[in-house]
């Protein structure tokens, strides 16, 4: 197989560092035998629906922040990004394989997803991944963690009155919440117009992407959080999907 260029938005686009991100697919596959990280088993789907998936953010990253195409002297980072529900690590290896710059924290409540990420990660030798194990509720109201971060990513299946509870408590304010959604969300942003405020969280760009072959057009959606929010946010385990906002 040889992909060397993603459709987006009816261009065709130079994919960066081809050959580690093959070998991101191969190691990711070889531990999704051992633990169930994704459902995309074979080398297409993994490599359309995780990999592709996951760059499509790298066209619109330009426009959301200012920062340098390498890392500062020190071993310092220019921005950093939390990606929460991050499962078998997706959109954040191969983001992190492509931005050296940015230092990328992943978050999953299942200590096994977690511990398979971190095997991708060290084989990878990828030096700006930190993953972590615990429940976006619970640290969301830890100082090491509440609004400490520039960019929350999710790529989990919740709706966006959830995913903005979960993310918002770890943006800081002025930073940006990116969500991978597909282009049928009219009736799910309607009905998160009352979590976007409760959370300060503006809707300012939405990115329409397209992928090869049967996946079709999807989208991100960019929300800004405009200050900070209640100390009451995140709420207990479990609210947030049983009485979303």
Same mark, same amino acid.
């Given at each position: 197989m040889h992909l060397t260029a993603y459709s987006c938005n009816n261009l065709r686009m130079d994919l960066p560092n081809e050959q580690r991100l093959h070998d991101l697919m191969?190691?990711?596959?070889?531990?999704?035998e051992k633990v169930n990280l994704s459902a995309f088993r074979t080398e297409q789907a993994c490599w359309t629906g995780n990999i592709l998936d996951s760059l499509s953010l790298l066209e619109t990253l330009p426009k959301l922040f200012t920062f340098p195409v390498r890392p500062r002297p020190g071993g310092h980072f220019s921005l950093s990004i939390l990606d929460i529900g991050t499962g078998g690590g997706f959109p954040l290896l191969p983001l992190a394989l492509n931005l050296p710059n940015i230092h990328f924290t992943g978050l999953d409540s299942t200590q096994k997803k977690i511990d398979?990420?971190?095997r991708i990660a060290d084989?990878? &030798?990828l030096k700006n991944v930190e993953l972590i194990g615990g429940r976006a509720e619970t640290l969301g109201h830890d100082r090491k963690y509440r609004e400490q971060f520039d960019s929350v990513t999710a790529r989990a299946v919740a709706e966006i009155n959830v995913l903005l509870e979960y993310c918002s408590p770890f943006v800081k304010p002025g930073g940006k919440i990116i969500l991978w959604k597909s282009l049928d969300v009219d009736q799910e942003l309607k009905d998160s117009e009352?979590?976007?405020?409760?959370?300060?969280c503006t809707l300012k760009d939405r990115h329409v992407y397209e992928l090869?072959? &049967?996946f079709g057009k999807r989208q991100l959606l960019i929300f800004e959080k405009t200050s900070k929010i209640s100390a009451k946010y995140p709420r207990a385990i479990g609210l947030a999907k049983k009485k979303p906002i």
């Open positions: 191969k190691i990711f596959l070889k531990e999704n398979a990420v971190q084989a990878m &030798d009352k979590a976007q405020k409760e959370f300060h090869p072959g &049967d």
